[in-house]
């Protein structure tokens, strides 16, 4: 029988946390997006020193809001990163567990609003709808990159049990990622799952990533977290990044050698990113090590570091979310980016729906909080 959540702490503490891991992903979607696909140098010149939304405005940014994108230009709407976490959201609010790729591309081709999503990631799901592959296997062909910021709903199912929530999100994301994406992402989910428990920490969760990962994920997150220890200011991370972490290609397999690597440019002015989990998910870990629970300093600094900025910094204010709930994320972002977007999502009710759902399947681990 599920206690209700005011009857004890515990239930209390979670559901903020659940609340700041939601919020804090859509926060940095939103502060992400007007600054997404340039490198960091050209958001210091044309962005100088902001710690706030943005507008969506080219120029001096570099896209266009459209749908697939953010749907308004205001400042704190979201990007479709956003709207695809909704509609994961849905599945999960409308359906018991066990949550199967079969059952999500079924659930998704009937009911999902693919009118902003992102049209690379729908591809998949027609190829499961026209019989060409199935769900578990059509991720093997597809496009890898993108979709990162996505899963915050599965962490909050499945809150203090990393085990849990990397194997659903494995599962699921097969729809769309081969087996070192798989296993990157789920890592990703895994670290979100510990950061709900008791005293967490960025190092414990950061050791939650590393145990859920494969060796060549290892490998990718233990470099990037040791260059985010290293680094003494913003600017000296930026460069360090650059230098060893950007990615141009990579191994589909776990086991695969380490990829090769962009030659960094020391500006550029136009278009300047890269969608590979390979280079997305440590770039994230490191800005979520180097803001030091500091939430300004984490999600600015991963949305002032440039290329894929929205999905990036969506991950490092998740865990910090997580692990510090609601109140840690500054008052005037939350009620910007919720009443930026209540015309078409309340992020907030989103939340405490999950939280519900979380509270009705029994599957939030409470003796680790």
Same mark, same amino acid.
Request: glycine residues 8%.
């Given at each position: 029988?599920?206690?209700?959540?005011?009857?004890?702490?515990?239930?209390?503490?979670?559901?903020?946390?659940?609340?700041?891991?939601?919020?804090?992903?859509?926060?940095?979607?939103?502060?992400g997006?007007?600054?997404?696909?340039?490198?960091?140098?050209?958001?210091?010149?044309?962005?100088?020193d902001?710690e706030?939304?943005?507008?969506?405005?080219?120029?001096?940014?570099?896209?266009?809001?459209h749908?697939?994108y953010?749907?308004?230009?205001?400042?704190?709407?979201?990007t479709d990163?956003?709207?695809?976490?909704?509609?994961?959201?849905?599945?999960?609010l409308a359906?018991n567990?066990?949550?199967?790729?079969?059952?999500?591309?079924s659930?998704?081709?009937?009911?999902?609003?693919?009118?902003?999503?992102?049209?690379?990631?729908?591809?998949p799901l027609?190829?499961?709808?026209?019989?060409?592959?199935?769900a578990?296997k059509a991720?093997?062909?597809?496009?890898?990159?993108?979709?990162?910021?996505?899963?915050?709903?599965?962490a909050?199912?499945?809150?203090g049990?990393p085990?849990?929530?990397s194997?659903?999100?494995?599962?699921?994301?097969?729809i769309?990622k081969?087996?070192l994406?798989?296993?990157?992402?789920?890592?990703?989910?895994?670290?979100?799952?510990?950061?709900?428990?008791?005293?967490?920490?960025i190092?414990?969760v950061?050791?939650?990533?590393?145990e859920?990962?494969?060796?060549l994920?290892?490998?990718?997150?233990?470099r990037?977290?040791?260059?985010?220890?290293?680094a003494?200011?913003?600017?000296?991370?930026?460069?360090?990044?650059?230098q060893?972490?950007?990615?141009?290609?990579?191994?589909?397999?776990?086991?695969?050698?380490?990829?090769?690597?962009?030659?960094?440019?020391?500006?550029?002015d136009?278009?300047?990113?890269g969608?590979?989990?390979?280079?997305?998910?440590?770039l994230?870990?490191?800005?979520f090590v180097?803001?030091?629970?500091?939430?300004? !300093?984490t999600? %600015?600094?991963a +949305?002032?570091?440039g290329?894929? *900025?929205d999905?990036?910094?969506?991950?490092? &204010?998740?865990w /910090?979310?997580?692990?510090?709930?609601?109140?840690?994320?500054p !008052?005037?972002? %939350?009620?910007? +980016?919720?009443?930026?977007?209540? *015309?078409?999502?309340?992020?907030?009710?989103? &939340?405490?729906? /999950?939280?519900?759902?979380?509270?009705?399947?029994?599957?939030?681990?409470f003796?680790?909080?």
């Open positions: 029988m599920n206690i209700p959540l005011q009857e004890t702490p515990n239930h209390k503490t979670y559901k903020d946390k659940a609340i700041g891991c939601w919020l804090g992903a859509a926060i940095a979607d939103a502060m997006g007007p600054v997404e696909c340039q490198h960091y140098k050209r958001i210091s010149r044309e962005f100088p902001f706030d939304f943005l507008p969506y405005r080219k120029p001096p940014g570099l896209i266009d809001f749908p697939g953010a749907l308004d230009d205001g400042p704190g709407n979201v990163d956003t709207y695809i976490r909704m509609d994961l959201a849905r599945f999960v359906n567990p066990p949550y199967t790729a079969r059952r999500f591309a659930w998704l081709l009937e009911h999902a609003d693919f009118s902003n999503w992102w049209k690379v990631a729908v591809r027609r190829h499961i709808e026209s019989g060409e592959t199935t578990e991720g093997l062909n597809h496009k890898r990159g993108g979709g990162g910021g996505w899963w915050q709903p599965i909050i199912l499945y809150a049990d085990k849990g929530a194997t659903v999100t494995a599962d699921l994301c097969r769309w081969a087996p994406e798989q296993d990157i992402l789920s890592s990703v989910v895994a670290g979100q799952a510990a950061a709900f428990k008791a005293n967490a920490t190092d414990s950061v050791d939650a990533v590393l859920d990962s494969g060796p994920t290892k490998k990718l997150f233990t990037a977290i040791e260059i985010a220890r290293k003494k200011t913003r600017n000296q991370l930026y460069e360090m990044l650059y060893h972490c950007l990615v141009k290609e990579c191994s589909k397999d776990i086991d695969g050698p380490m990829p090769r690597q962009v030659e960094p440019k020391d500006y550029a136009g278009f300047y990113s969608i590979l989990f390979a280079e997305q998910q440590p994230a870990l490191a800005y180097y803001g030091q629970g500091d939430p300004k !300093k999600v %600015l600094t +949305v002032k570091g290329r894929d *900025a999905s990036i910094a969506t991950n490092s &204010a998740s /910090l979310g997580a692990m510090a709930g609601k109140s840690v994320w !008052k005037k972002w %939350l009620q910007t +980016v919720q009443q930026a977007n209540i *015309a078409r999502v309340n992020l907030e009710q989103t &939340a405490h729906d /999950l939280v519900e759902r979380a509270l009705k399947n029994g599957t939030v681990r003796d680790q909080m």
